[in-house]
Structures are given as C-alpha cells and as structure tokens.
C-alpha cells in the first residue's frame, strides 16, 4: 500500500516537474493544475507519522554526511599538501603566476633580446 502510494505521489511530481521544465516566471501560471495537484496529493500524505519517519531517517543519515564532509577534507587537505611539495609553492602562488604568463600574451620567436641588432631606422 505505501509503495502504491509513493508511486502516485511521484508521478505528481514528475507531472509538476515536466511542465516546469524550460520555465521560470511563467511556472506559477502553466503549470497550476499540476502545482495543485502535486501539493494535494503531498497534504494527503504528509501525516505527522511521515514527518517522523522522514526526522528519523535525516538524524540516521547525520552521522554519514558528517563522515563525508570529514572525508572530502582530508581529500582537499591532501591535495593542497601535494600541490606544496610538487611545485613548491602554495597554491595561490602558482596560480597568480600562471595568470601573470596568461595576461603577458602569446610572443612569437621567444622573448627579445636586449643586444640583438635591430634594423635600420629602430
């Protein structure tokens, strides 16, 4: 029976969420019919009984998404600790020189030499 239920409840919202695609202000005006009966369907629902499923199943989760915020870090920290040692530089360092040769142009032959002879009349 729940199974029925979530399944009438997502095509609600896949019904909502066609009719919104490719749209922004006009969304409150097309697609009303389906605005309302996606929210009827979710007032039907949307006992105090689901509402404490879904709390519990957040508080669960918690400590997962904690772990993986943990984890992204010490990706990041590991990522920033190699950058140091393989360029020796930190990373912001390397960055700002890399847009200093970006903002300095593309120079055809190298770069001038001070001696080089020039032609006549420079």
Known sequence: MKLV?????VLWVH?????AL???????F?????HRSMNSCMKLHATQSA?????EEWFA?????QRERERKARVAQAQEE??????????????SRQKEMEQRGER???????????????
């Open 5 to 9: 239920m979530a399944s009438v409840e």
């Open 15 to 19: 019904a909502f969420a066609a009719c």
């Open 22 to 28: 490719g749209r922004t202000f006009t969304v409150s």
């Open 30 to 34: 097309a697609c009303r019919a389906e």
């Open 51 to 55: 509402h404490d499923e879904a709390r």
């Open 61 to 65: 989760l918690r400590i997962e998404r």
């Open 82 to 95: 190699f950058m140091r040692e393989w360029w020796g530089l930190p990373e912001h360092v390397r960055l």
């Open 108 to 122: 055809i032959h190298g770069l001038t030499a001070k001696d080089r002879p020039r032609g006549e009349g420079q």
